[in-house]
């Protein structure tokens, strides 16, 4: 007699396993521990038994379908255990076939050519800006239009730079994939001229972590005045547009607080601006008021006019004597170095960046923030960013 629910539900566990039938095959073992629906045929003149899942997850009408579909295939010649055997490691090798476990792979065979910054870099860009959206997708099955819309993501934080950097990475990901057969074209091929073009910028800047160390040890090698030099390893610890930094006021530095206010008529935006100061920048303030504070309000004065500031041309004269040509380096360069190494290896949020950088950042009702905005966090992440520059120089002689 066919099985009922309100039967299966009062069914009572015993000591001792037994089965009851549901027809064609399709039975019911309750053991003490629970409750089993199982399949009993003949295939190729052997008896088989086919597990079909646990009383109540699945119910009977769910066993009686299942049931069904196993019959068919049967009548088809197909096993139904080797076929349910054939679709679990067909789901497992999905889960494997997905585009983060690929670029992980791509990525730990080319580790050995790379350095260990450059692959971290690339593999935190696939982390930060790639993975959490397509990094569960096979890659056989990502189309154009998917990819964009992740990169757009970024463009939309104002990152566009990175945008094409990511979309050079997919790229390299999705050529490997289709080398090893698990996809049939690079999506990312259809995208060339999709991004926004990334702004020229007549500001030269070095911002491989590799290349940093090298130029940090020369600023601190410098054999110039002693103001200069003093204003050329500061401006690499507070990133502020050169001419923010000429014009410093002793009297716009808060030692105890460890701040410098920089007034907004002195701001490209035309608002107040805070620096939270490292120890690191703090050491230099300190070795430099004796000399500037007694006699001049500003921090980085003139040589021969001590009311005035440095000249504009000063800290770039000071890095082509070093050997850092314009299209290399400049003084206005420190700030993209900041900006891209914050985000992509020291990992801050994308809005203290910005404000540290004393850009336009606006909430989502196009309310700008104030200037303490962020402030504890940019100031754990301005003495993070001189620990790191610290850690970068010193391992030049490593």
């Not at 007549?202 to 054999?223: F, N, W």
């Not at 040509?325 to 290896?345: Q, V």
């Not at 606006?362 to 790191?388: F, K």
Request: glycine share 6%.
């Amino acid at each position: 007699m066919p099985l009922t629910d309100v039967k299966i539900r009062n069914l009572k566990r015993q000591d001792k396993t037994y089965k009851l039938s549901d027809g064609g095959g399709l039975f019911l073992l309750i053991k003490p521990i629970g409750k089993y629906w199982r399949y009993s045929y003949r295939f190729n003149g052997k008896q088989k038994t086919l597990s079909i899942g646990v009383y109540p997850e699945i119910p009977l009408k769910k066993a009686r379908q299942k049931h069904a579909e196993a019959r068919l295939l049967l009548a088809d010649g197909i096993d139904p255990s080797a076929h349910k055997q054939a679709q679990k490691q067909a789901r497992k090798a999905e889960a494997l076939n997905s585009f983060e476990a690929l670029a992980r792979e791509w990525h730990s065979k080319q580790v050995p050519h790379w350095s260990e910054k450059h692959a971290h870099i690339l593999l935190r860009r696939l982390e930060a800006n790639v993975f959490p959206w397509l990094g569960n997708r096979p890659p056989g099955q990502i189309k154009p239009p998917e990819v964009l819309q992740v990169l757009r993501k970024v463009e939309a934080r104002g990152a566009v730079d990175t945008a094409h950097r990511v979309l050079q990475v997919c790229g390299q990901v999705f050529r490997y994939a289709v080398a090893i057969g698990l996809a049939d074209s690079d999506p990312c091929r259809d995208l060339r001229g999709a991004l926004s073009k990334v702004r020229g910028s007549h500001y030269a800047s070095i911002t491989e972590p590799i290349k940093i160390g090298p130029l940090l040890q020369a600023l601190h090698a410098y054999q110039g005045r002693f103001i200069t030099c003093c204003a050329l390893q500061f401006l690499p610890l507070v990133f502020t547009r050169p001419g923010e930094l000429r014009n410093a006021r002793w009297d716009e530095i808060d030692f105890d607080k460890a701040l410098w206010l920089i007034p907004a008529h002195k701001m490209k935006m035309k608002t107040d601006h805070l620096v939270p100061l490292s120890k690191q920048a703090l050491s230099i303030l300190e070795k430099l008021k004796p000399v500037t504070a007694r006699h001049s309000p500003y921090v980085f004065h003139a040589m021969h006019q001590r009311q005035q500031p440095l000249s504009d041309n000063t800290l770039n004269t000071a890095l082509r004597r070093m050997g850092y040509s314009k299209d290399e380096m400049s003084a206005h360069g420190f700030r993209a170095m900041a900006r891209t190494n914050l985000d992509e290896i020291l990992g801050y949020r994308i809005e203290a960046i910005e404000m540290q950088l004393a850009h336009a950042v606006r909430d989502a009702n196009g309310r700008a923030y104030n200037r303490t905005q962020y402030l504890d966090e940019r100031r754990e992440m301005m003495q993070a960013w001189a620990d790191w520059l610290d850690g970068l120089q010193a391992s030049v002689n490593d």
